[in-house]
């Protein structure tokens, strides 16, 4: 068999041949290794990874690093700003568009007897970290509206695709566990598709993810990217963990005379009990030079007598000079949490990570905010909305729009809290 492309072979068999394309997909990053191995896996589901565990991975990092969590946290906040609004769209005498805020008793109660806002808090938390939100939409027949769950991306997988596309998901607990997983367990849920009427099926699934070149199947966040530098930060506090309790590298140079315990008085000793005194003198050593209180790595270098013949008697304690400055470890620190912010889209200053350099003053970082959340979110805020726009439409409201609330911070002598609530017409 001969490979011309990654999906196009060339079999040879005895009077002829034949050309094999495999028109199987996969996800070129973050996916299974090869076109092959798609078109050949015999899992029933898409696989996430190579070991189909990618969140499970990610989940090992991202928990050994004081940084990222928090910092998800923050994209998740600038994201959800001050909440989830309904509004009406109106054109103003001057021509431009204004947002005007919209409430009834139908959409209080759609909002209280679902949990909405916390709907829209799991679902960004889920894609902030995974790029991916997965949503049960759930038909109730007697209050004629759908109940929103969050279908957690541990346990939730896109089924085979046909010839026409993904028609199914599938959920299991053990998703990502390898061997343990019960594939009986499984539960296949059907895709949702707003062309079809809700009473068609009680508990559909809807996919909101970004459609990134390669990646048909599953997103990925642009911090992922960056797990070099993540798990470069996560070594730096095991380092310093490890120096402070054992001591960073060997400061002391301990020089002594070969023979220096072969000799009780004027008699000799066998080799059993010099070796004897040797250990003794190593675990006193040890104790004198390590531990909380003396953290000092040595080297102890056994010598002969001098090339005169005459006894040298005594030890020699040489001072290493360590090249390593605890300032060239906070270098390295530093660079790596902006980077990872810097993967993130947040601005390093809104991350924390870049206090101290003159950019963290209160009215530079009030525009950083504005600026982050008027054209950092509004792609991710589309992407959240789409089950409850298409909740809306199922309810009856077409002109009713859905929207989260900027938080713009003022001056307290225009607004005694500091902040009020706007909206991004463009989110």
Known sequence: MYQFSENLYMVEARGGGAMV?????????????????????????????????????????????????????SLRDMIYGSGLGFFKKQITENGKLDMVPFTDNRLEDWMEETNLQGFCIASINQFVQNANRFTRMIWNPIREYYELEVSDCFVTRIGKPDKYGVFEYHTNPYFGEGMFINHKETQKIQAFDARQSVQAATVTMHHSKADIPGNPFYAYPSWWCALDWIELANLIPLFHKSGLKNGYNIKYLIRMPKDYFDKDGDRDLDQKKVRQRWDAFGV??????????????????????????KMLDN???????NEMSDDAYSKVWEMSNVSIANSMG??????????????????????????????????????????????????????????????????????????????????
């Not at 589901?45 to 991975?57: E, L």
Request: proline content about 7%; cysteine-free; hydrophobic content about 35%.
């Open 21 to 73: 394309e495999l028109t199987g997909r996969r996800d070129a990053s973050f996916g299974v290794g090869s076109i092959f191995q798609a078109t050949n896996d015999s899992l029933p589901h898409v696989r996430w990874g190579v070991a189909d565990n990618q969140p499970n991975t990610i989940s090992r990092v991202i928990q050994k690093n004081n940084q990222v969590r928090g910092q998800l946290d």
């Open 284 to 309: 006193n050593l040890s104790k004198w030079m390590s531990g909380t209180d003396n953290v000092n790595k040595s080297m102890l270098i056994k010598y002969m007598r001098g090339q005169d013949g």
């Open 315 to 321: 030890i020699d304690v040489i001072p290493l000079k």
């Open 346 to 427: 947040i601005l390093p200053t809104l991350a924390g990570v870049n206090p101290g350099k003159g950019n963290d003053s209160g009215s530079q970082i009030r525009v950083m905010a504005d600026y982050q959340q008027h054209y950092r979110t509004p792609v991710p805020r589309q992407l959240m909305l789409e089950p409850i726009r298409h909740s809306l439409r199922a309810m009856g409201y077409r002109d009713v729009v859905p929207a989260f609330k900027d938080v713009l911070i003022t001056n307290l002598d225009e607004n005694p809290n500091g902040k009020k609530a706007t909206v991004n017409p463009a989110a």
